[in-house]
């Protein structure tokens, strides 16, 4: 009796299409994400930095000169934090937790000498790929303290910066407050 020897067949081909295609379609996506978030204008961020750089010592003397002056505090009732410096951001900065509606958050000044004038403040909320939203404070002055209400204000539901300006001795120093908006 003959056997038929039945002809083997041979995949190694489709696999090894397989993977090319595979890593064409990566490659493929990989460049669709990177012309769709370029950055916007390259000459900005590289002068941003390139001031930031040249000007750090003066910053971080104000910031300092600031905190030996004054003491300051941003929170609602139920946290009070003291806003920082950007330079010393980082993801061990504590967040001010935010509901979705109805925050109320305060922000505190206190003078560490009696004949010292309070700075001007201005706070702005800033969220990622959305505008930046001014809010509008109504402060109360005392002889000591400064407080100042921000309006009550709903958020949706992520992250979120304080940016609190400061026209401190002829300068514009920046504080940032992290903070994170969730269901109660």
């Not at 700075?119 to 404070?137: G, W």
Request: contains cysteine; glycine residues 4%; charged residues 15%.
């Amino acid at each position: 009796m003959k056997t038929k020897n039945k002809k083997e067949k041979n995949y190694w081909p489709l696999g090894i299409l397989s993977v090319l295609l595979i890593g064409l379609s990566l490659v493929v996506a990989l460049v669709v994400v990177a012309i769709k978030y370029t950055p916007q204008s390259d000459t900005t961020y590289l002068h941003q930095h390139t001031y930031t750089d040249s000007h750090i010592n003066t910053m971080l003397q104000s910031y300092h000169a600031f905190l030996q002056d004054y003491g300051v505090k941003i929170g609602n009732a139920d946290q009070q934090l003291i806003p920082t410096f950007p330079y010393y951001l980082n993801q061990n900065t504590p967040l001010l937790w935010l509901t979705l509606e109805d925050n109320r958050i305060d922000l505190w000044v206190q003078k560490r000498q009696k004949d010292m004038v309070f700075p001007e403040f201005s706070v702005t909320l800033l969220r990622p790929k959305t505008p930046p939203k001014a809010l509008q404070l109504n402060c109360k002055q005392t002889n000591q303290q400064l407080t100042c209400h921000l309006p009550v204000f709903g958020v949706p539901e992520g992250r979120y910066q304080f940016l609190i300006s400061v026209k401190f001795k002829d300068t514009t120093l920046s504080l940032i407050q992290p903070a994170y908006a969730r269901k109660p």
